[in-house]
């Protein structure tokens, strides 16, 4: 009975949308953006919920400029799961996408919003 029940639990957690989609995968777009703000936007994946937060740094590790859960992408971003990253600083700069500490996009981004 004990293996039968473990048999089953393995099989539920292994169909489970989320040990299926490993996770989200995100996007940066190189496109700056200038209205009162510079901007750009991540797309990150919802096809599955995923647990925690997909975290975008500006710059290094060290400037978490936004941290994204399922929900928010759900409920703020458009069809294709767009994400805006405002408020970029002028010159060249960078974004870093993470997950669980896992590096899921990295992009140099040149903005010029004179």
């Given at each position: 009975?004990k293996k039968l029940l473990l048999a089953?639990?393995?099989?539920?957690?292994?169909?489970?949308?989320?040990?299926?989609?490993?996770?989200?995968?995100?996007?940066?777009?190189?496109?700056?953006?200038?209205?009162?703000?510079?901007?750009?936007?991540?797309?990150?994946?919802?096809?599955?919920?995923?647990?925690?937060?997909?975290?975008?740094?500006?710059?290094?590790?060290?400037?978490?400029?936004?941290?994204?859960?399922?929900?928010?992408?759900?409920?703020?971003?458009?069809?294709?799961?767009?994400?805006?990253?405002?408020?970029?600083?002028?010159?060249?700069?960078?974004?870093?996408?993470?997950?669980?500490?896992?590096?899921?996009?990295?992009?140099r981004l040149s903005v010029d919003c004179?």
């Amino acid at each position: 009975m004990k293996k039968l029940l473990l048999a089953v639990l393995a099989v539920g957690m292994l169909a489970s949308p989320a040990s299926a989609s490993h996770g989200p995968q995100a996007v940066v777009d190189g496109t700056v953006h200038c209205g009162e703000a510079a901007f750009a936007r991540v797309y990150i994946t919802r096809e599955f919920r995923w647990d925690g937060r997909v975290k975008i740094y500006l710059g290094s590790y060290r400037h978490l400029r936004r941290a994204v859960t399922y929900r928010d992408v759900v409920r703020f971003s458009d069809n294709r799961g767009a994400i805006r990253v405002g408020e970029l600083p002028e010159g060249r700069t960078r974004l870093l996408v993470t997950w669980h500490g896992q590096l899921l996009d990295r992009q140099r981004l040149s903005v010029d919003c004179t």
